[in-house]
């Protein structure tokens, strides 16, 4: 069966049963259609069961792929990029579930890449008319003070290498060897856009406002600033031996 939508928005879930009803009843009233696919680590709060639910209602545009465990940020979009690649889809986005990123924006994503001729557009926090609504100042200075350590590493030339919320042209992750992908936390979101830079792929970002989560918990931890910390200097490392193209 062809996809309804050219477009295909992949979610990440877990334990996002405060939102994911109202996340997904959102991305459908968009004027332009948009295809969604979830994927849930095994919540226990049920809310791949919600999913199912709705799929009831939003046949053949919802979808869900269910995981045992929490296997990783970057292992969840890897899957959905494949399984988008395996279908029709054009433009691929990814995005948080918690309502950090207005899924309003997704329609100015999308303009920037099938308009404007850029291969990805990233929603970011620090180009001109980008910015905050009420996160922690402790936190704002740590993406900043990450935002400065990757450029300064990798020279990147990206303001908001760790944004998680982007479109992708379909021709980019049909070019990135998606197997070399290697992290799974934040560090997950500086290699793909670093091997897109690496492979010639015209890059932009798109303000966005960046809002902090209502409902749910963060799954910010130790170990994924650690990881980023450590994978951006081998991400760099790297780089000089081998090629991210298949």
């Not at 939102?19 to 459908?28: D, G, L, S």
């Not at 259609?33 to 049920?46: A, E, K, R």
């Not at 492979?199 to 910010?220: C, D, N, Q, Y």
Request: net charge positive; with cysteine; hydrophobic share 40%.
């Amino acid at each position: 069966m062809l996809p309804v939508s050219h477009c295909l928005v992949i979610i990440p879930t877990y334990n996002e049963i405060g939102n994911i009803e109202k996340m997904v009843r959102k991305v459908f009233s968009l004027s332009l259609p948009f295809d969604l696919l979830i994927i849930d680590d095994g919540s226990p709060d049920g809310t791949a069961a919600k999913v199912k639910s709705l799929q009831e209602v939003y046949a053949n545009r919802l979808f869900l792929l269910e995981r045992k465990g929490k296997l990783g940020l970057g292992t969840a979009y890897i899957t959905g990029f494949k399984w988008a690649l395996e279908r029709s889809y054009e433009y691929i986005f990814e995005m948080d579930c918690d309502f950090s990123h207005s899924p309003d924006d997704l329609i100015r994503l999308y303009d920037s890449c099938s308009k404007e001729g850029n291969d990805v557009a990233i929603g970011s926090r620090y180009v001109k008319g980008g910015g905050f609504v009420n996160w922690p100042q402790d936190r704002i200075r740590l993406s900043k003070n990450a935002s400065l350590y990757v450029n300064l590493v990798t020279g990147i030339k990206i303001k908001d290498p760790t944004a998680g919320f982007i479109c992708y042209k379909r021709k980019v992750l049909e070019t990135i060897d998606l197997s070399k992908i290697r992290f799974v936390g934040y560090a997950f979101q500086i290699e793909m856009k670093f091997a897109a830079r690496k492979l010639g792929f015209k890059i932009a970002e798109v303000p966005i406002i960046f809002t902090e989560r209502v409902e749910g918990v963060s799954k910010m931890s130790r170990n994924i600033i650690k990881e980023g910390i450590l994978g951006v200097l081998k991400i760099q490392w790297n780089s000089f031996f081998t090629s991210y193209k298949k």
